[in-house]
């Protein structure tokens, strides 16, 4: 599928619905917006919608204000510092006194956490700004009474109600329903938590997708043609919905950075961002490191190697079938070396927000392994399975030849 330029004509934005990880949109978006991307139309459902509402009525940095200013108390009835706590597993008595108090008069503080997120967002959205915006904007949300999802553009909702569909499109199941008109309706998510289908019935065609989550379904795209490309999170951000903390929103903003920055740049790497300079000399050393290493390990692996063990193309195709990442078959020799080192600097906690050069993140994580795994039989001791055990004793030779050639 062909990359999305920024320079192109009629590009739509989609944001995910997610709660408290809508603060990736932002990241993401600052990426994009510093590659000179710009966006005719922009949906979303849930907080994608009130991101898309914002984002539509006024830019980038007033969203990056909104997710920096907000706090937890400011939609729940939840006090900001157990929130903390909590987020940072503090069960201190006063935080089990508070949560006990909570689940007590758990109507009233839903009740007062529905209200509290109704003013919220009525006093983020200007809805002349909106309809009047040159950035064409639209949600999703799903009425009960009727059974049916409503999937609108500002401009196709009566005058005064857009900020109650976008209330509507965000009311958390745990919020109960929010009433238009006398019609109940819920978070849109229930129907499409991405909401492709409306950014093309709006006439798009080049789309840039920005995920919460790679778990979540998505509903079936029902147009032909389109050009989609998403931007989906490197980290799981599993049951951290409703984490409107400081910290974790300081985070959540920038994984989205860099994954938008692998998207525009092209980094390599799964969970890491990793730039290839010199590619064709990087895969010239590889290869002659897998095929010392492949002959080396060759008898000593030849249960789960085929006759031809010795060869490089029987130790790269034993580590894409043993690897946990998606999407393995499609990478090159390089990549899954990469891949390979990738898994090991995870287990090892190197840093992975961050840039590297290929150099700089093979030698790294060599290093780190020598420094905790002296031996090498510390390191197989930790992967009791065969087929952990296996790779890491691929992984172990790697890293030495490595060391020793960047040396």
């Known amino acids: 599928m062909e990359k999305i330029k920024p320079n192109a004509k009629n590009l739509a934005l989609v944001l995910e619905g ?3 990880k809508g603060a990736y949109h932002v990241g993401a978006l600052r990426a994009l917006y510093e590659a ?3 966006f005719s139309t922009v949906t979303g459902t849930s ?3 009130l991101n898309a509402a914002i984002l539509s009525q006024d830019g980038l940095e007033r969203l990056r204000k909104f997710w920096h200013d907000v706090r937890i108390s400011d939609i729940m009835e939840f006090d900001d510092e157990i929130a903390e706590k909590l987020g940072n597993k503090e069960l201190d008595s006063k935080t089990l006194i508070y949560l006990a108090q909570s689940v ?14 109704e003013k919220f967002v009525k006093l983020s959205i200007d809805e002349e700004k909106i309809r009047n915006s040159n950035l064409r904007m639209g949600f999703v949300t799903y009425c009960v009474s009727k059974l049916e999802a409503v999937e609108k553009f500002a401009d196709e909702v009566e005058e005064g109600k857009l900020a109650d569909y976008l209330i509507a499109s965000a009311t958390f199941p745990l919020y109960g329903f ?7 309706y819920i978070d849109g998510g229930v129907w499409d938590n991405l909401p492709i ?3 093309a019935r709006g006439g798009a065609k080049d789309i840039i997708a920005i995920r919460t989550s790679d778990k979540v379904r998505r509903r079936k795209i029902i147009y032909d043609d389109l050009n989609i490309h998403y931007i989906i999170p490197s980290e799981s951000f599993m049951g951290q919905t409703m984490a409107f903390l ?28 990793i730039e290839l300079k010199g590619e064709a000399q990087l895969d010239k050393l590889l290869k002659e490191k897998c095929e010392k290493v492949a002959k080396q390990l060759s008898f000593e692996l030849s249960s789960p190697f085929r006759r031809d063990a010795h060869t490089v193309e029987s130790l790269i195709s034993f580590i894409k079938e043993r690897l946990p990442f998606d999407d393995m078959e499609s ?3 390089t990549e899954t070396v990469l891949a390979l080192f990738e898994y090991f600097a995870l287990h090892l906690d190197m840093e992975r927000l961050k840039i590297y050069s290929a150099r700089e993140f093979l030698l790294s994580t060599a290093d780190k392994l020598f420094e905790v795994y002296p031996d090498e039989a510390m390191l197989l001791r930790k992967t009791r399975d065969f087929r952990r055990h296996a790779i890491a004793k691929i992984f172990y030779a790697l890293a030495r030849e490595l060391k020793e050639s960047y040396e």
Not at 178 to 184: F, L, M, R, S, T
Not at 250 to 273: N, S
Request: glycine share 12%.
């Open 18 to 20: 997610g709660g408290a």
């Open 104 to 117: 007590m008069r758990i109507r009233k503080v839903i009740n007062a956490s529905s209200s509290k997120m």
């Open 36 to 38: 000179g991307y710009r």
């Open 47 to 49: 907080i994608g919608a």
């Open 197 to 199: 289908n409306l950014a």
């Open 178 to 184: 929010y009433e238009i008109d006398g019609e109940k």
């Open 331 to 333: 990478l090159s020799d």
């Open 246 to 273: 400081p910290d974790r929103i300081e985070r959540y903003e920038k994984v989205g950075y860099l994954d938008a920055l692998r998207y525009i740049k092209g980094y390599k790497g799964k969970k890491y961002y």
